[in-house]
Structure formats: structure tokens, C-alpha cells
Nanobody, 116 residues
Framework: QVQLMESGGGLVQAGGSLRLSCGAS????????FGWYRQTPRKQRELVAGVSGTGSTYYADSVKGRFTIASDNAKNTLYLQMNSLKPEDTAVYYC??????????WGQGTQVTVSS
């Protein structure tokens, strides 16, 4: 059973930066998509950024130019570098792994709070 463990959330002032990490362990898999989602009490969970098993990346329009996603396949780790953070980036951020067998795994979430 694959487990995802996120880290790196916290409280930061607007304009600041945070780096999220997500480590996958506990199984053998091939990545179809590895991504970050976020959710607030007022919004549905939304895809923030993702990277495919072939290396293609995706970013939501709201984070383009500010966030960078990267994966270390040797370590089965996903990163999200978040710069120029805004209060509207405040959310719980979840790591998601979709394998080539369409097994879908989620992390427990990490809180990111951006103060104005």
C-alpha cells in the first residue's frame, strides 16, 4: 500500500515563499500523474500543479509564474516551490499520486496560511 507524506506547510507573510514536499513509500509503482491539490472550506478541491510520468507539467492559471513543481523519481518525492504567496493561496494542500494502474493515493494534507 503506497503512503504519501507531505511536509513543508506553515504560516508565511504575503510575498513570502514555502516549499512543500511529498514522499511516496510502501510500494512499487509507475507514475502516471503526481500532483498537488488544494482545498478551502469554501471551495472544492482544485488541482494546483502536476507532473506526468513523462515529465509534462501543468499549472493552474492562478499559480503560473509563482509556483514550480518538480519530482525526484529516484526518491519518489514531489516538490512544490511556492513563491510570491498571496492570501488567496491559503488552503490545505494535498499530494496526489495516480499510478499507471490508475491506483489513486492521497496524502493527509498540509496547511498553508498566507497572512496579509
Amino acid at each position: 500500500q503506497v503512503q504519501l507524506m507531505e511536509s513543508g506547510g506553515g504560516l508565511v507573510q504575503a510575498g513570502g515563499s514555502l516549499r512543500l514536499s511529498c514522499g511516496a513509500s510502501g510500494g512499487t509503482f509507475r507514475i502516471k500523474n503526481f500532483g498537488w491539490y488544494r482545498q478551502t472550506p469554501r471551495k472544492q478541491r482544485e488541482l494546483v500543479a502536476g507532473v506526468s510520468g513523462t515529465g509534462s507539467t501543468y499549472y493552474a492559471d492562478s499559480v503560473k509564474g509563482r509556483f514550480t513543481i518538480a519530482s525526484d523519481n529516484a526518491k519518489n518525492t514531489l516538490y512544490l516551490q511556492m513563491n510570491s504567496l498571496k492570501p488567496e493561496d491559503t488552503a490545505v494542500y494535498y499530494c496526489n499520486l495516480l499510478t499507471t494502474f490508475y491506483e489513486d493515493y492521497w496524502g493527509q494534507g498540509t496547511q498553508v496560511t498566507v497572512s496579509s
